[in-house]
């Protein structure tokens, strides 16, 4: 069975970091490109970050630029996604996508004081 699962979201304060982990099960992601997506309560779902199947090239959302990174290691078949600086507007629900086919179940991230 073709899996995605997320990990690692949780309560943080405001500034706070958290890494979101992404880890694939029946299928191998070296051969996908992979994204994070967010999504807020009463909003769309969004595309925050991307990288490539050869994890060459990054993209990111304007509004995460320089506190989001997105990562991938081949070995242990996981995508992360490094969120420093956390705001009030970052809280959502976080769902990792391979080529955008298969997606997770998703991970609540909070921000609040």
């Known amino acids: 069975q073709l899996q995605l699962a997320e990990s690692g979201g949780g309560l943080v304060q405001p500034g706070g970091s958290l890494r979101l982990s992404c880890v694939a099960s029946?299928?191998?992601?070296?051969?996908?490109?992979i994204a994070w997506f967010r999504q807020a309560p009463g909003k769309e779902r969004e595309e925050v970050s991307c990288?490539?199947?050869?994890?060459?090239?990054?993209t990111s959302a304007d509004s995460v630029k320089g506190r989001f990174t997105i990562s991938r290691d081949s070995a242990e078949n996981r995508v992360y996604l490094l969120m420093n600086g956390l705001t009030f507007e970052d809280t959502a629900v976080y769902y990792c996508?391979?080529?955008?086919?298969?997606w997770g179940q998703g991970t609540q991230v909070t921000v609040s004081s």
């Open positions: 029946g299928f191998t992601l070296d051969y996908f490109a």
């Open positions: 996508n391979a080529g955008g086919i298969h």
């Open positions: 990288i490539s199947a050869d994890g060459g090239s990054t």
